[in-house]
């Protein structure tokens, strides 16, 4: 019989895990992580919204990051969101001409984010999306979801995934206000709960 090693990886007991931040606070955010367009460009779109717990309240400390496909659907692979001084390491920000598709937005003291980016084209069978991971206090992990835009109520109708949540929909749909600028809060529990996703 071949020996079993207690510290290989399908014998080791699981750590016990920690709930995040709100240390994050302190390094993770970046001046301009809100611009994920280069600023001026004229088709840009401005989401916004509260990231709220399971009674309502507004969460001050949370932090929400976006990822998003050019306008023709096709990913980014630019990079240039956080440069560095490669003399100095100092943050040089971002540099304003390319367009990452990624952002990383701290809510404010009333708990609101907003970020300015480019409408995301559609990819594969699914309407177009944008990508979106929160971090808050008193979470385990850190949690998945997806804002869809209105507009095209055809594309809406037939995503795959909009289609299984059911009535839990309406969650996921980021509110049109008017002048390219859309309304997406982020509930975290509770009524109104937004629809989180598992990746494995």
Known sequence: MPK???????????????????????????RGGEDVAPLGHPDTITVHGYVLDGEGNPLPDAL???????????????????????????YLGRNGVEFTGWGRIQTDPDGHWYARTLRPGARGQSAPYLSVCVFARGLLHHLFTRIYLPGDDTALAADPLLTRV????????????????????????????TVFLEYR
């Open 64 to 90: 929400v990051e976006l990822w998003g496909p050019r306008p023709d659907g096709t990913v980014p692979q630019t990079g240039g969101s956080i440069r560095r001084d490669p003399a100095t390491g100092g």
């Open 166 to 193: 059911g009535d839990r929909r309406d969650t996921l749909i980021a509110g049109d206000e008017g002048r390219g600028t859309h309304r997406f809060d982020i509930r975290l529990q509770g009524e109104g709960e």
């Open 4 to 30: 079993i090693d207690p510290r290989s990886p399908e014998h080791v007991l699981p750590t016990p895990s920690h709930t995040v931040g709100p240390f994050y606070g302190h390094a993770l955010p970046f």
